[in-house]
């Protein structure tokens, strides 16, 4: 079975700061793991992924993540926030082992980030 | 990539009755995943589609509830019947035309549906 975890419903930060939007990971072997975004009353927008290699993934609009085997997390950063960064972030999963492509996702429960003057 | 027209964006119904979304995507894609999206949780896959068979429900979701049609390599819908208060949600169809290290989810912009 896999599973993900989003331990925060909201983040709130101060525009201009570094934020980090959590995320952990339980799967049999080893993890695809993906961050999206959701604008409101808009579909899911995909903003970046691990399959393989360099821990540190570069994705849209700034956003970073950092795959951590021994902590089974792939926590979303960004150095400076923008109001226009405040959505909806949901981290998914998806067990290499396992065929079927997209329909073996497995979607956190998604975090409201909220980006302040 | 793909880009997916979803429609109607919103709906109101009333209880008992059914709605169809439907979902144009810009490519042929083999498969076509359906999923809901409850408020303030997380998208659940319903069903994935395949052209030319019937749909692979999940888990907790039957076709006498959600029939979907797969008429074509572009094209799907999926009604929800009978609708009940709890069936509000908002549902999402998305594609994935890549596979492996180029494998990733686009999704059309959803169907918010009340049911009253």
């Known amino acids: 079975a896999q599973s993900v975890a989003q331990p925060e419903d909201q983040v709130n930060v101060a525009e201009g700061n570094p934020l980090t939007v959590k995320c952990t990971y339980s799967?049999?072997?080893?993890?695809?793991l993906f961050w999206y975004v959701q604008y409101p009353n808009r579909g899911l927008q995909f903003l970046l992924k691990?399959?393989?290699?360099?821990?540190l993934v570069k994705g849209s609009y700034g956003f970073e993540a950092e795959f951590n085997k021994s902590q089974t997390s792939f926590h979303l950063k960004k150095p400076s926030a923008l109001v226009s960064d405040s959505a909806l972030y949901f981290c998914?999963?998806?067990?290499?082992?396992?065929?079927?492509?997209?329909?073996?996702?497995?979607f956190g429960t998604g975090t409201q980030l909220k980006v302040e003057l | 990539s793909a880009v997916i027209s979803q429609k109607p964006s919103r709906d109101i119904c009333q209880r008992g009755t059914s709605l169809t979304i439907q979902c144009q995507v810009d490519?042929?894609?083999?498969?076509m995943f359906w999923y809901r999206q409850q408020p303030g949780q997380s998208l659940t896959l319903i069903a994935t589609?395949?052209?030319?068979?019937?749909?692979?429900?999940e888990s907790g979701f039957v076709i006498d509830k959600f029939p979907i049609s797969r008429p074509n390599l572009t094209f799907s819908t999926l009604t929800v019947s009978n609708m009940s208060p709890e069936d509000s949600s908002i549902y999402l169809c998305?594609?994935?035309?890549?596979?492996?290290?180029?494998?990733?989810?686009?999704f059309g912009s959803g169907t918010q549906l009340s049911v009253l």
């Open positions: 998305s594609v994935s035309p890549g596979t492996g290290a180029n494998e990733k989810l686009f």
């Open positions: 998914a999963v998806r067990d290499r082992g396992l065929t079927g492509g997209g329909n073996k996702l497995t």
């Open positions: 691990y399959i393989t290699g360099d821990n």
């Open positions: 799967v049999s072997g080893n993890p695809y």
């Open positions: 589609a395949n052209q030319g068979s019937e749909a692979t429900y």
């Open positions: 490519s042929q894609v083999t498969m």
